[in-house]
């Protein structure tokens, strides 16, 4: 058997179009795929051409806070990038805030939570 690889994740958001943008301005991945989803939702794929994320809203949904309470059942995305403080410089500049920073064997890292409160590790092992 091959390696197997994470090619996709498939998260609930409450405005797929907000965070495509954020996700392409945070990390320069494009929107691969746009278009109707299950239940009448709508889902934007962004990312690269190796792997996305699958931003999907459900038709009608009122979202709530506890909606992305973390941990229900995700915890975080994880981000590999090559030049941390770069990502940081565009984390902050998007408005978020940065947090938990740490330098560990082999890499770096930091923790940010999006406008839906959904957790992404920025990680560079350069």
Request: proline share 5%.
């Amino acid at each position: 058997m091959s390696i197997a690889k994470i090619e996709h994740v498939n998260v609930t958001v409450s405005d797929p179009e907000r965070a495509a943008k954020l996700m392409g301005a945070l990390f320069d991945w494009r929107v691969r795929w746009r278009g109707p989803a299950a239940n009448g939702g709508h889902t934007i794929h962004v990312g690269s051409d190796d792997h996305y994320i699958a931003l999907y809203t459900a038709a009608g949904a009122a979202y709530t806070a506890a909606d992305f309470a973390k941990g229900r059942p995700l915890n975080h995305i994880g981000v590999e990038v090559e030049d941390i403080d770069g990502a940081e410089a565009r984390v902050v500049a998007a408005g978020l805030e940065p947090f938990s920073h740490g330098d560990y064997e082999p890499g770096r890292r930091f923790y940010f939570l999006d406008p839906d409160g959904i957790e992404y590790e920025v990680v560079s092992y350069q």
